[in-house]
């Protein structure tokens, strides 16, 4: 069985600030990671994934993500915010190997402050 | 567009009412999914298709049916709808390697049921 935690479901951040959004997963084998993006009123999109190759994952709209297996964790980062970047995010978590089911967190809402 | 198109948008049903909703993607992807999405809770899967002619039961199955009509279309149905049904609906499709490249969404089918 796998799990994702995303910790706060509300992140507020000023203009330029760092962004951090916080995933932690668990699996009993090796985890494919995603984090999504969903914009007010639309459906999700791949923001970026990790696949067991590099552990410093880069995404679209200057996002990154490193997989930290001691930490379990996979979080979300962007050097400076934007306005756009106002959305949900949801961490996601499949186990490694062939077809499986994807769980998804229950997502963090980021709010840019002019 | 190439991608996941999901109809209608907006649905009211009153309780006890069935309704079909549609999800076609022209992409050539195998798996197709349905999840509903509810404040604070994320992405839950309903039901998924992994192939063409088989389908699945996922987390939250109870008070829905689906068909994986062909490899295009996998639609969902609420044969008498209740309140607790009142969500916003997603259908996704991605290939057997879904888990290195992730699922691609449809924008949703936003459903109340008073």
């Known amino acids: 069985a796998q799990s994702v935690t995303q910790l706060g479901s509300h992140v507020s951040v000023s203009e330029g600030a760092l962004v951090l959004l916080r995933c932690n997963y668990s699996s009993s084998v090796p985890p494919y990671l995603f984090w999504y993006v969903q914009y007010p009123n639309q459906g999700l999109q791949l923001l970026l994934k990790?696949?067991?190759?590099?552990?410093l994952v880069k995404g679209i709209n200057g996002f990154e993500a490193e997989f930290k297996k001691s930490e379990t964790s996979f979080h979300l980062t962007k050097p400076s915010a934007h306005m756009s970047d106002a959305a949900e995010y949801f961490c996601?978590?499949?186990?490694?190997?062939?077809?499986?089911?994807?769980?998804f967190g229950t997502g963090t809402k980021l709010q840019v402050i002019p | 567009n190439a991608g996941v198109t999901q109809t209608p948008k907006f649905q009211v049903l009153k309780t006890g009412q069935s309704m079909t909703l549609q999800c076609a993607q022209d992409?050539?992807?195998?798996?197709m999914y349905w999840y509903r999405q509810d404040p604070g809770m994320g992405l839950r899967l309903i039901y998924y298709s992994a192939s063409e002619g088989t389908t699945d039961k996922g987390e939250v199955p109870n008070g829905y049916n689906v068909s994986r009509l062909n490899k295009r279309e996998f639609s969902l149905r609420l044969e008498s709808a209740a309140p607790s049904q009142t969500s916003v609906y997603f259908c996704?499709?991605?290939?057997?390697?879904?888990?290195?490249?992730?699922?691609?969404f449809g924008s949703g089918t936003r459903l109340t049921v008073v």
């Open positions: 990790y696949t067991s190759a590099a552990t």
């Open positions: 996704a499709s991605g290939n057997r390697d879904a888990a290195n490249y992730g699922y691609t």
């Open positions: 992409m050539n992807h195998n798996s």
């Open positions: 996601a978590v499949t186990p490694s190997g062939g077809y499986q089911k994807v769980t």
